[in-house]
């Protein structure tokens, strides 16, 4: 997608990421550049330290083995605070993002994190990239929570997936969303008390975030429905459909970044900052 938003001529004032759009948008905003990502992706995701990490084991493909693996690591948790450690977690951040900070990005860049104790939004816009970028993809239950400045932080696409409002406080005047959670609709049977729980987790994430979706002045929103989180093999795949989805709400950005369309968006925030 970014390459994509490139190629059509859009500069970018400022990156907001949660998640894994953290750790993207902290890489793209470093190099000022996404013409090296899809490299630096692969070269990442097949380097010994991220193979270690086990993630594949979390990729679903209907069979009885990996419906008990979810059951057995599911149980874990019950022990521990996360499938991977600390030690192999910090490893792969400081990999990625060596000792650089927020200040030294090439373009203005933040992370969300969600504060444990208070369910407060963390903004990170200064210190360490690779604290603030763990922090705001810390899956629960996958990734250690990141402890900092005296609070327990964890992924922050839990209660902001897609952080418009945030973004604004930049002085951004028009927010380009990507969205890459699926359907709310499913067609499935659930048959067992932690489907259902896992499934109304969904509903609630979803129906929390809908009024960021809609704040969005523009949403693009890949059709990666089909690929598990932790398929990492189809990047290719990935990164072409997030082309498409650009490609698709292409009108839309140009409408979007039209002095008209700007000069009306800044008295309406004028009017009702």
């Known amino acids: 997608m970014l390459i994509a938003l490139e190629e059509m001529g859009i500069k970018f004032d400022a990156v907001v990421g949660t998640s894994i759009g953290a750790i993207i948008g902290g890489l793209f905003a470093l190099e000022g550049s996404a013409q090296n990502l899809k490299e630096k992706a ?29 059951k057995f690591y599911m149980g874990k948790l019950l022990f521990k605070e996360a499938q991977i450690d600390v030690a192999k977690t910090e490893r792969i951040f400081r990999d990625l993002f060596k000792d650089a900070t927020f200040e030294q990005t090439k ?17 990170f816009d200064h210190g360490p990239l690779m ?38 406080r930049y002085g951004v005047d028009v ?14 049977e659930y048959k067992t008390g932690f489907q259902i729980l896992k499934r109304s987790a969904e509903i609630l994430n979803y129906r929390v975030n809908e009024p960021n979706l809609i704040d969005a002045d ?16 189809r990047i290719d795949e990935c990164v072409e459909e997030g082309k498409h989805a650009v490609l698709r709400r292409q009108k839309e950005i140009r409408e979007a970044l039209s002095l008209r369309n700007r000069i009306k968006r800044l ?4 009017k009702h900052p």
């Open 42 to 70: 692969k070269e990442i995701i097949t380097s010994k330290d991220f193979l270690s990490l086990g993630l594949n084991a979390f990729r679903k493909d209907g069979t009885i083995f990996h419906k008990l693996a979810e």
């Open 107 to 123: 373009i203005p860049f933040a992370t969300v994190a969600l504060d444990l104790a208070t369910g407060d939004d963390f903004v």
């Open 175 to 188: 927010v380009i969303g990507v969205y890459l959670g699926g359907s709310i609709l499913r067609k499935e």
């Open 218 to 233: 523009v949403l693009i929103h890949p059709h990666l429905e089909q690929i598990h989180w932790a398929d990492f093999s």
């Open 131 to 168: 604290i603030g970028t763990w922090a705001s993809a810390a899956i629960p239950g996958i990734f250690p929570p990141v402890v900092y400045d005296e609070k327990i932080l964890i992924d922050g696409g839990v209660t902001t997936d897609l952080p418009v409002r945030i973004c604004r």
């Open 267 to 270: 008295f309406r925030f004028l």
